[in-house]
T-cell receptor, first 115, second 114 residues
């Protein structure tokens, strides 16, 4: 059974600090992982994705994947009040070209950046 | 690039009526589109996978006769909620693949059934 777990929060972080968001997944068949940001009443926006073990950096964001521990994280450096949102972690099975499964989402972590 | 639109953005209807929601990939061709549903304070739940030119694949517990999906072209998928009831009120979001694994989401459609 595919499950993605996240702490719902809220996670409160002072402006300028590093926000650390965590996610665990149950299905070892999951190959790709995505972080989306969702503002209240809006649809998710892609932040970044990661396939390989280790770190992947994109601007202020760093995704980390540890397949042995089935653990994914997202670090946000120099947090800004505009980063306040719900962050969704999602797992996928990799693109097979044959219309594979959609993404399995966690419930999201509500992040608050305090000015 | 990779823009997905949905129409309408919100709809209010009476119980028992049918509602059609359109999902379009504006600047790319999408062989696969996905339909999700999100209830308040819940995460997105995949309803079905829509493949161009073939029948949709529904997730367990989703009634295919109630949620009709048509993917007639590489840029358009539609979801029709038939005989809608108040419990169908939700935020319906589609996504499309722009090649590879990444899914890009439409802005969503809020459905309220009275």
């Amino acid at each position: 059974q595919k499950e993605v777990e996240q702490n719902s929060g809220p996670l409160s972080v002072p402006e300028g600090a590093i926000a650390s968001l965590n996610c665990t997944y149950s299905d070892r068949g999951s190959q790709s992982f995505f972080w989306y940001r969702q503002y209240s009443g809006k649809s998710p926006e892609l932040i970044m994705f990661i396939y390989s073990n280790g770190d992947k950096e994109d601007g202020r964001f760093t995704a980390q994947l540890n397949k042995a521990s089935q653990y994914v994280s997202l670090l946000i450096r120099d947090s800004q009040p505009s980063d306040s949102a719900t962050y969704l972690c999602a797992g996928g099975y990799g693109y097979s070209g044959g219309g594979a499964d959609g993404l399995t989402f966690g419930k999201g972590t509500h992040l608050i950046i305090q000015p | 690039g990779a823009v997905v639109s949905q129409h309408p953005s919100w709809v209010i209807c009476k119980s028992g009526t049918s509602v059609k929601i359109e999902c379009r990939s504006l600047d790319f061709q999408a062989t696969t589109m996905f339909w999700y549903r999100q209830f308040p304070k819940q995460s997105l739940m995949l309803m079905a996978t829509s493949n161009e030119g073939s029948k949709a694949t529904y997730e367990q517990g989703v009634e295919k006769d109630k949620f009709l999906i048509n993917h007639a072209s590489l840029t358009l998928s539609t979801l029709t909620v038939t005989s809608a009831h108040p419990e169908d009120s939700s935020f319906y979001i589609c996504s499309a693949r722009a090649g590879g694994e990444t899914q890009y989401f439409g802005p969503g459609t809020r459905l309220l059934v009275l």
